[in-house]
């Protein structure tokens, strides 16, 4: 059973960085066939796509939030990682990653199958 | 404010029919696949639908989606107590921004 899940600092202060990792087990992130993806949900509102990193490192972004985002995979761990600069409290959410399924063999386009139980992060100081 | 419109609530009584509609746009429903995902309270969203209209393994067959033109729908048929919980439309849109994936804002389902 594919399993994922989040980890790193709960309160991070204005203007610094967040740093988050997802451990996937069940799934091979270098076998590449999927996409892994960082989603977040601020407390009673819809989720928010973050962006998502292929095995090669190839990464795509949400536009809100692309000049401030870095993913990083790490296969040799089986896990990749979400950094967020210049944090402020609009940034407090719960922050999900999840595995990225394409709709047919080497498509572009994809659904999310398995996510992780979340990790929330406040922006305080 | 998302791209994609989901009306903020929905209820009915259990055995009733429910539908939940999502609109977009060209550039987002018009052009993607529509998926649908499933939050119970204080859990993670779940993979309801995908491709429009596919369901995964384990998911009831009273969940059905549809897709036309720029806009999307949910239906549950037989509504149980079970089935309360906020429901999520989501599709890929590309903009002059790039590609990137989208969701509606969300569906609180009451079953009375």
């Known amino acids: 059973q594919v399993q994922l899940q989040e980890s790193g600092p709960g309160l991070v202060k204005p203007s610094q960085t967040l740093s988050l990792t997802c451990n996937v087990s069940g799934a091979s992130i270098s076998s590449g066939s999927y996409f892994w993806n960082w989603i977040r949900q601020p407390a009673g509102k819809g989720p928010e796509w973050i962006g998502r990193i292929f095995a090669s490192g190839s990464t795509i972004y949400s536009p809100s939030l692309r000049s401030r985002v870095t993913l990083s995979v790490d296969t040799s761990n089986n896990q990749f990682s979400l950094i967020l600069n210049s944090v402020t409290a609009a940034d407090t959410a719960v922050y999900y990653c999840a595995r990225g399924r394409a709709v047919v063999p080497g498509a572009l386009e994809y659904y999310l199958d398995f996510w992780g139980q979340g990790a929330p992060v406040t922006v305080s100081s | 404010q998302s791209v994609l419109t989901q009306p903020p609530s929905a209820s009915g009584t259990p055995g009733q029919r429910v539908t939940i509609s999502c609109s977009g746009s060209s550039s987002n429903i018009g052009s993607y696949y529509v998926y649908w995902y499933q939050q119970l309270p204080g859990t993670a969203p779940k993979l309801l639908i995908y491709?429009?209209?596919q369901r995964p393994s384990g998911v009831p067959d009273r969940f059905s989606g549809s897709k036309s033109g720029t806009s999307a729908s949910l239906v549950i048929s037989g509504l149980r107590s079970e089935d309360e919980a906020d429901y999520y439309c989501a599709t890929w849109d590309d903009s002059m921004s790039g590609l990137h994936a989208v969701f509606g804002g969300g569906t609180k389902l009451t079953v009375l």
């Open positions: 491709m429009n209209n």
